[in-house]
């Protein structure tokens, strides 16, 4: 009992000798220590008890001297179990840390803006100073084809170019850094993060990477192949090259940019929709990736026009179809906050500001 006592004071007073030791190593540190020098000694007191012990002290051993070594005591000789130590919640040790250590959790404090009519994302980017991509960059619903950004929808603003991540299961900081490109380092230099060692991530939390861009997601229709009868690549019928209007309204609710890689053109449910040239329907359904019922046509000539929203379709895939033909009618289905139709111009699969043909 003693000489467990006394280890147990000596280790303490070495530690508040250095308080900084404390801190770096961490208090689990001091409670894994403290108890395997209590263990060991409670060993060496069970197993060299009487003889033993004092053999020890004759050989100078270190359990049963000071720091100093001024002092050379014998270990007390065991007489009976009573005088064995006991280890009880109250008694050598403190009680252990929770398994799960709770760290620090991110703290943001973000600008907000509400879109107004007649909002852009250029004048939205423009009056915080920003860019375009950075209004992605702290809104993640935005990162799909969608029309949220109308009027009444609030928006994060991020301060400065970079992603408002959401954690999910499975993150680290490491998964982030590759996600993103992003050193670590710029990562946990944003102390908003409140990002400590060992850096662990929260799901449901928000990290700030600084410096990323969000990725977009880019859903690809079916090749022209794949819709033609022997999937023959040659394509059924040539477009002209230029384009008209799909619907016969101006009223634009967005227009093209980076979160947003088409045109949204408010109009009545179940208006007329007209192929915008000549080609071949590639798709015809259901979108699941926030477009609702979609039409695609491909018109041989490397480029498709998207029909997004529609409340009918009255085409098939594999069908061709000459300009201004009636292909379906207007609606509010998929991802969308009121009836419009997403018109979207790809060339060699790469998204285009349909404005540049129609001419808005
Ligand atoms: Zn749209």
């Not at 009976?80 to 620090?104: C, F, I, M, N, R």
């Not at 967005?254 to 915008?276: K, M, N, S």
Request: charged residues 15%; negative net charge; contains cysteine.
């Amino acid at each position: 009992m003693f000489l467990c006592a006394w280890r147990g004071c000596v280790f303490v007073k070495r530690m508040n000798e250095n308080p900084n030791a404390i801190k770096r190593t961490g208090g689990y540190v001091v409670v894994i220590l403290a108890a395997l020098a209590l263990f060991v000694g409670w060993r060496m007191m069970g197993q060299e008890a009487g003889a033993e012990a004092a053999t020890a002290v004759a050989a100078g051993s270190p359990y049963i001297q000071t720091e100093t070594g001024d002092t050379a005591v014998a270990a007390p000789i065991l007489e009976s179990a009573a005088d064995l130590p006991v280890l009880t919640e109250a008694g050598l040790a403190p009680a252990p840390y929770p398994h799960t250590y709770q760290g620090k959790v991110p703290e943001h404090n973000f600008e907000t803006y509400v879109v107004k009519r007649g909002d852009t994302p250029v004048g939205i980017a423009e009056k915080f100073g920003i860019r375009t991509e950075t209004i992605l960059g702290g809104n993640p619903q935005l990162s799909q084809e969608s029309s949220l950004l109308q009027t009444g929808v609030e928006l994060i603003i991020l301060p400065f170019d970079g992603v408002l991540h959401d954690v999910h299961p499975g993150d680290s900081l490491e998964s982030l850094a590759q996600q993103y490109g992003i050193p670590e380092a710029d990562i946990i230099a944003y102390a908003p993060n409140n990002l400590e060692f060992p850096y662990r991530l929260y799901p449901d939390t928000q990290i700030v990477v600084p410096g990323a861009v969000r990725e977009l997601f880019v859903w690809t229709p079916p090749s022209l192949a794949a819709v033609s009868p022997g999937g023959g690549v040659r394509p059924l019928v040539v477009g002209t090259g230029t384009f008209i209007f799909p619907v016969n309204s101006r009223n634009y609710t967005q227009f093209f940019w980076y979160g947003h890689p088409g045109l949204d053109i408010a109009l009545a449910e179940g208006t007329a929709v007209v192929a915008a040239d000549t080609g071949t329907v590639t798709y015809a359904g259901w979108n699941i990736y926030g477009y609702g019922n979609l039409i695609v046509i491909n018109h041989g000539n490397g480029y498709e026009t998207f029909y997004g929203h529609l409340s009918s379709i009255n085409v098939t895939p594999g069908q061709v179809v000459t300009k201004g033909q009636f292909i379906g009618l207007t609606g509010n289905t998929g991802n969308s906050s009121g009836p419009h139709i997403h018109f979207e111009i790809r060339i060699n699969s790469n998204r285009d500001d349909p404005c540049w043909y129609i001419g808005c």
